[in-house]
């Protein structure tokens, strides 16, 4: 008796030639850069409503290196930070924020893919029904710690003292190709300007076409990689910085941020939407160390997501990233 | 059930390839497999899950493509590798419906396809011989039933089983080996009630 031959028979009505349309509708979108609804990394839109409506801010954002002193200069950082051959000058502008992130800037070995990225995070909370506009509640914080493995296929955080592993899969960040992973952000350009033409690129081929300059959607792009990718190979983070100093609307700000520490921002002010959006910046490693969003001017948007009321002053996003490594297992520290 | 089709003249590591440049070609891989893994997939999980699981194998696929061995002429046994680990978030509802075959005889996994309703005629209570190996698939631990179906039900050879499963092939050869004494005793205790 072969009973392979026999199993092979058992449910063989199955036909062979279904056709999966929905399956197929699924991958179509996918290539069509729109977001799937798997938990995955932090979509950004690219209509403006962009990280303001509960779908694109459900997923926790992440990022960046060590743990941010306090009390660090205004200005150039301090000496002890750098090595002596090191030279740094002082941040008065988005460009020599670039040059002395730079010029501190070492190569980075590329995590494995079953590794993982541990963030502890600062956010302040809303009580904003999920459906509207997330308008963060000003004075309200709490601390959140997630592990995000590498190649994004597994998720794991506390709940009730117990590690609670959740399946997951790699999705696209908005502006950035599909297979988006280390060894792809290792091959990008660590030359500014060189860089910035990939990101005009991708934003021109793999997703949306340019809005006006494609300022806002450049500024988008980094961010959303800044806050999925917490660990970036430092020379590519220093040429992120770059290619940002390299756009006419992007400036230079010194900040408290949520956690009370000084840090720099590099923030860019979106006319049409009247949202000011800043990616904070560690003083002595030049790091990312969070994002602040706030509300400038009173706007009315209609997106694909509906209609968009906002109000001068309203705060829509404040994280500070507390801690961000790269670590063996789930749970380690 | 291998389908013997003849090699095509573009084959998956050129649709994979030039996917890269323009994604919208990965539509052609979809075009050329979906048949194949979503009845695999239908055969162990029922047809209700399975366009989510074949959906999601091929979004998988879609992500994980810059990763793909171009060495690979054919994608099939790379597809059936992500299929199963999708499958395996379905476990429970794989080892549900062969129980309830077990139980009743009627297999939930036909009787739920009212979309192939017509290729069955709307038969759906399942041969004797299916209701005997109902329960020792559900039985059998996950990593036996892997090995098991992708050769039995997919026609992967030994080797692809191991490398698509990321098992050493000699893993595949004593997981199969067990399966199939399970099976074979299985269909002997009811060739002798009935005989």
Redesign the interface.
Known sequence: ?D??A???????????????P???Q???A??AGRP?K?RSRKVRRPVLLSGLLAGAVAASAVVAATTLGSGNSRHAPPAASASPSVRLVAVTSPMTLAFNAAALAKGSPTPQPTQWVYTRMMTTTSHDKPSGAQVQDPGTHQVKEKWDRVDFLKFASFEHGKLVFV?G????IGGWP??L?YK?LQALPTDPDKLLAAIRHNLAT?NTPLEGDGEAQVFEAVLALMENYPVLPSKLNAALYGALARTKSVRLGHVTDLAGRKVLSLYRTDAKSGIRTAILINPSTYTYAGQRSVVVADSRRTGNDGTLTLHKGALLADEAILTAAIVNNAGER | MRQTSERPAVDDSDVIDRSLRDPSAFAELFERHVGEIGRYVTRRVGPGVAEDIVGETFLVAFRRRAAYDRSRTNARPWLYGIATNVIRRHRRDEVRALKALQRTGADPVLADAGSFADQVDGRVSASATSRALAPVLAGLDAGQRDVLLLTAWADLTLDEVAEVLGIPPGTARSRLNRARTKIRSALEKKENRHG
């Open positions: 008796m009973e392979l026999t199993l092979s028979e058992m449910r063989s009505e199955v036909p062979d030639d279904v056709r999966y929905a399956a197929r699924a991958l179509l996918e290539i799937s798997a399946n899969m790699p999705s696209q599909a297979e992973d792809y793999v």
